[in-house]
């Protein structure tokens, strides 16, 4: 019996933390190639899945299907933003502490407009598939936790090839080794950037719907998965999508672990004592820090 | 107030006096209860700004989670009246041991803490109040969720207002002024210099760590003691009241938008904001109010960096006051 629960709990907290890597990714690369800390990661994480839950209440579309209008969207809107807003600080001598404070503002921001929107209400992405399951000997898997999981393991898999393979991943990564070197090369250094800050909300985005598929949801849910995505950046090292993934993982299972053993009100304080604790020993992360 | 007059300017700290003296009078001349809970909750944030500036500020240690020593000294004035059945007087007294609990738990949280900078520092401390309000809630010893109650003052509410009117104006004062000595002293040049630079500092034989510990547990004491008197205002205490992460994310924004370079600046920014978040609570919905607030931030940052006051310098081609 309790191997069974443990092997449960351990499937949930994988299926979490693969949504939490990729809500992560995004977060950890403005960090990682911008010095750019966007508290306001998570809330616009927030505000695709509400934009998802409107699309399903009102004209019955599925959430995953509902990115192919989320992602473009928060793409557009963060470019803008990024210009407008986040641009002006990005020079400044404490780009990480500015950008911080100016990203806080940013989420307060938006956590009203989602209060003034939809109210203050926990909210469910309540689909067809909503609480069914297929059961596999002892075990029990729900639909849509999966679609969840494998949203999140497609989209980290395209943020790391687009990297990896793509001349503007490329150009990503090389604006974060070497900015200098990079403009010297003929690397537009505002246009990446706005890229990349517009890329990593847009993944907010897809990750706040999978984050709404585990999970009810409400306007002010952002706060608990900012510190964990700080837990999974800090944990993975800054700007490693790779190992943001590993950390997302780690992390989900330690979670898991922790709510088959704890009382749930116990378990927010094995994550904030945890991301403490390793704040001091290994602020750089565990795994190698590179794009 | 002696000690005020030997401050370099004599003029200021005599119109400081003055100003003192007559806002301490303010509340005898039978003004309603509004104006004197409006104005206490004034000082507390000037108080709480000003102490949030001596490590924020001044050593640029931005610290996300003071409002969890704004609450351990609530909690430790609770605690200490219920548990030594303590009268008015001595409860209201109290709340200096629970400024100096604070300042222990910031020595305990600051030794490791302050080794990280900049946003490493600023997630651990929004963490650790984060944890503070979870164990609070979550140990049955201190009221957990349900909150601890205080014992009122026997007094009709006009001069109970007053008398903790007078006490955080006291608090305030001494708060403000020990900001400013700090200021004009050598170890706020230490300071100063640590926000600069810190390795440059430290071979300039600015001993860092010791003198960011001791800014650490000043800036918590305070608080700590406005703990306990606010405690002992509200005469309920609850998590979700006195950890409230919101207040954490106001000092800041009071601090910065004033000026963290100066004593002035948080002093300023605490009162001015404080006018503005009573206007937008009076005439606009909440959650209107805090996406002016959230505004605020970004306006503040993009705008002004180092400030109002150096703002309002430049504007006049002058010499800020903050550039001592």
């Given amino acids: ?291 | 107030m002696i000690e005020g007059s030997r401050l370099k300017a004599s003029g200021p700290a005599t119109l400081a006096l003055v100003v003192l003296m007559s806002a301490a009078v303010f509340p005898w001349l039978g003004p309603p209860v509004y104006f004197i809970s409006f104005f206490y909750t004034i000082f507390m944030y000037i108080c709480l700004a000003s102490s949030w500036n001596m490590i924020g500020g001044y050593a640029g240690y931005i610290s996300f989670g003071h409002v969890a020593f704004f609450g351990i000294g609530a909690y430790a004035t609770a605690l200490l009246m219920n548990v030594f059945h303590l009268s008015a007087v001595s409860t209201v007294l109290s709340s200096i041991p629970a400024g100096a609990v604070a300042a222990f738990v910031a020595v305990l949280v600051g030794y490791p803490c302050l080794r990280l900078r900049g946003p490493y520092f600023a997630v651990i401390t929004l963490c650790f109040a984060f944890v503070v309000d979870l164990a609070v809630k979550n140990l049955p010893i201190v009221g957990g969720a349900d909150g601890l109650w205080l014992k009122a003052m026997d007094l009709p509410i006009e001069i109970s207002r007053a008398i903790m009117f007078e006490l955080m104006l006291c608090l305030m004062a001494v708060t403000v002024l020990v900001s400013a000595k700090i200021s004009y002293s050598r170890f706020g040049a230490g300071l100063r210099a640590i926000r600069e630079d810190e390795e440059v500092a430290q071979t300039m034989a600015v001993n860092a760590p010791w003198l960011k510990i001791r800014a650490f547990a000043l800036s918590a004491f305070f608080p700590g003691i406005a703990g306990g008197l606010h405690a002992y205002y509200l005469t309920y205490i609850h998590p979700d009241i006195v950890f409230d992460v919101n207040i954490s994310i106001l000092i800041v924004l009071m601090a910065l938008f004033g000026g963290g370079g100066s004593w002035l600046g948080p002093v300023i920014g605490a009162a001015a904001l404080s006018l503005v978040n009573e206007l937008l609570s009076t005439f606009v919905k909440a959650e209107l109010a805090r996406i002016i607030y959230g505004s605020l931030f970004i306006i503040v940052i993009i705008f002004m960096p180092n400030g109002v006051i150096e703002f309002v310098g430049k504007m006049r081609k002058a010499h800020s006051a903050a550039a001592s």
Avoid at chain 1, 77 to 89: D, E, G, K, P, Q
Wanted: glycine residues 10%.
């Fill in chain 1, 1 to 291: 019996m309790s191997t069974i629960l443990l092997i449960q709990s351990l499937i949930g907290g994988i299926i979490m933390g693969a949504v939490y890597a990729l809500l992560g990714v995004g977060f950890s690369l403005t960090w990682g190639v911008m010095r750019v800390i966007n508290i306001a990661h998570a809330a616009f994480g927030l505000l695709g899945a509400f934009i998802a839950y409107t699309f399903l209440k009102q004209l019955g579309i599925d959430p995953v299907v509902s990115l192919a209008f989320t992602v473009p969207f928060l793409f557009v809107a963060a470019c803008l933003i990024y210009r407008l807003v986040i641009s002006s600080v990005t020079r400044a001598k404490e780009v990480m502490i500015s950008s911080m404070i100016i990203t806080f503002g940013l989420a307060i921001i938006l956590e009203n407009v989602v209060l003034l929107v939809w109210g203050a209400d926990p909210r469910l992405l309540t689909t067809w598939y909503t609480g069914k399951a297929f059961v596999v000997g002892p075990l029990y898997f729900q639909y849509s936790p999966l679609i969840g999981f494998f949203m999140a393991v497609f989209g980290v898999a395209v943020i790391h090839v687009f990297l990896k393979m793509t001349y503007t991943g490329k150009a990503v990564r090389a604006a974060w080794q070497q900015p200098d070197a990079a403009q010297l090369y003929g690397i537009n250094l505002k246009r990446i950037s706005t890229i990349t800050f517009g890329l990593a909300v847009a993944s907010a985005g897809a990750g706040g719907i999978g984050m709404a598929l585990l999970y009810s949801f409400e306007p002010t849910s952002h706060n608990l998965w900012l510190v964990n995505l700080f837990l999974v950046v800090i944990v993975g090292g800054v700007g490693n999508v790779l190992g943001t993934a590993a950390a997302g993982l780690t992390i989900g299972v330690i979670t898991g672990l922790s709510l088959a053993f704890l009382p749930y009100q116990w378990v927010n304080l094995v994550t904030f004592g945890l991301l403490m604790i390793i704040l001091l020993i290994r602020p750089q992360g565990l795994f190698q820090s590179e794009v």
